[in-house]
Nanobody, 123 residues
């Protein structure tokens, strides 16, 4: 059992930056690869970024590559998503998820999900 709580969402202007965080509790955080997904109204939840257990490997969706950075601090049981050069199309609820493997973009591979945090990018 792992509990995930996202925070840091909010309203930001296009071109701005925002960092969302996900705090984990329950089992050893370092046992899990972590991912970020997002879902806009009327759309399917889509992969954003993933990071391996030790933080040595990362992957990104093409739409955010070069703009977003995923990182983790296992001592703090927290994973982060730094979002730069934000665009209106980045507007979505952002969810973090935990995975015993490093499965990247596959939603069904993730075992635990947070409640989401809203990110809104204005034009």
């Amino acid at each position: 059992q792992v509990q995930l709580v996202e925070s840091g969402g909010g309203l930001v202007q296009a071109g701005g930056s925002l960092r969302v965080s996900c705090a984990a509790s329950g089992r050893a955080f370092s046992n899990y690869a972590m991912g970020w997904f997002r879902q806009a109204p009327g759309k399917e939840r889509e992969f954003v970024a993933a990071i391996s257990r030790g933080g040595g490997s990362t992957s990104y969706a093409d739409s955010v590559k070069g703009r977003f950075t995923i990182s983790r601090d296992n001592a703090k049981n927290t994973v982060y998503l730094q979002m730069n050069s934000l665009k209106p199309e980045d507007t979505a609820v952002y969810y973090c998820a935990a995975d015993l493997n490093y499965s990247g973009y596959v939603r069904s591979a993730y075992d635990y999900w947070g409640q989401g945090t809203q990110v809104t990018v204005s034009s």
